[in-house]
């Protein structure tokens, strides 16, 4: 193999200079971290953004959640490097357990609860629509933690195993979760359906 002058200078001061070459080296695995840190954004941040706005039914702070677990895994790119999947998703539900919290402790009178919309306004709507509010009444009724495995078993697809890995808990505990959340929402959606039809049989008569 042909080197030019240049490359002979470069290998030559390598040689040479100590800090030269480790800066040069960090620099290079920077760029491979950078490289694989923007790999994870553009395969996670549509379905951190969705699973996001599942937990905390808000689209606009399940944007701003999703940045900012990004941000977070980023600043600690020598731990998340591990396992980067499961780090990220780890931070964001942990952003969404407390936004969860804080949405607690302070009444949100922008947000308009099935139960306020008349009997009217629901016979007006859509069958999807109104099977949409359904299930999202029920799933409010769900424990946090049956929420998450549900979000991230069901709606992002995770494992089993996965699923344990991001929220820290044993895989049993995901399975009996998951199970409990689907037998609850099945029951939850059959009074709802029960409730409907009781209400459009006192509309109509």
């Not at 470069?10 to 923007?38: P, W």
């Not at 951190?48 to 600043?75: G, V």
């Amino acid at each position: 193999m042909v080197f030019d002058g240049t490359n002979r200078s470069v290998r030559r001061l390598l040689r040479c200079d100590g800090n030269l070459r480790a800066s040069l080296m960090k620099r290079r695995q920077r760029s491979e971290d950078d490289a694989a840190f923007e790999a994870l954004v553009r395969e996670m941040s549509a379905p951190m953004i969705r699973t996001a706005t599942f937990l905390t039914r808000d689209a606009t702070e399940a944007k701003d959640l999703t940045q900012e677990a990004l941000l977070r895994t980023y600043a600690h790119w020598s731990r998340a490097q591990v396992n980067p999947k499961a780090y990220v998703w780890t931070v964001l539900v942990n952003l969404c357990r407390d936004q969860h919290r804080r949405e607690l402790r302070r009444p949100n009178i922008s947000r308009v609860e099935p139960e306020a919309l008349t009997v009217s306004t629901r016979l007006t709507m859509t069958e999807r629509i109104d099977e949409r509010l359904e299930l999202e009444r029920a799933l409010r009724t769900l424990p946090q933690q049956q929420r998450e495995v549900i979000g991230l078993r069901y709606l992002v697809g995770f494992s089993v195993v996965e699923v344990a890995e991001i929220l820290l808990i044993p895989e049993g505990t995901v399975k009996s979760n998951a199970s409990r959340a689907i037998s609850a929402l099945r029951n939850s959606l059959e009074e709802l359906v029960k409730e409907k039809d009781n209400n459009v049989d006192r509309y109509t008569n």
